[in-house]
């Protein structure tokens, strides 16, 4: 599924990952994203952000959850 997002151009976000096992496989998949409790317990955008900017302004690429959805954390597969 993963490579078919990719040929279609798409990016993948994989939801739920609460163990490294999830997130190591995920990472070997070529997954973009991941959300789950193993990132980020759900919290709100004023939580979230500076830590998002921390990300970002260290070099790592960062997504902002979507619009409307202030409770997501989401991360690169290769952060660890």
């Known amino acids: 599924m993963t490579a ?3 040929t279609l151009g ?17 990472h070997e998949l070529a997954c973009d994203y991941v959300q789950g ?5 759900p919290a709100a ?3 979230v952000r500076p830590s998002l900017l921390k990300l970002s302004s260290a070099g ?3 997504s902002s ?11 690169p597969t290769g952060i660890r």
Not at 10 to 26: A, C, F, N, W
Not at 65 to 75: D, E, H, K, L, M
Request: glycine letters at 8%.
């Open 4 to 6: 078919l997002a990719h």
């Open 10 to 26: 798409m990016r993948v976000v994989s939801e739920g990952v609460e163990e490294t096992h999830q997130l190591d496989k995920l």
């Open 37 to 41: 409790y193993l990132i980020g317990r």
């Open 45 to 47: 955008s004023s939580v």
């Open 60 to 62: 790592h690429e960062v």
């Open 65 to 75: 959850p979507p619009a409307g959805n202030v409770s997501a954390t989401f991360a």
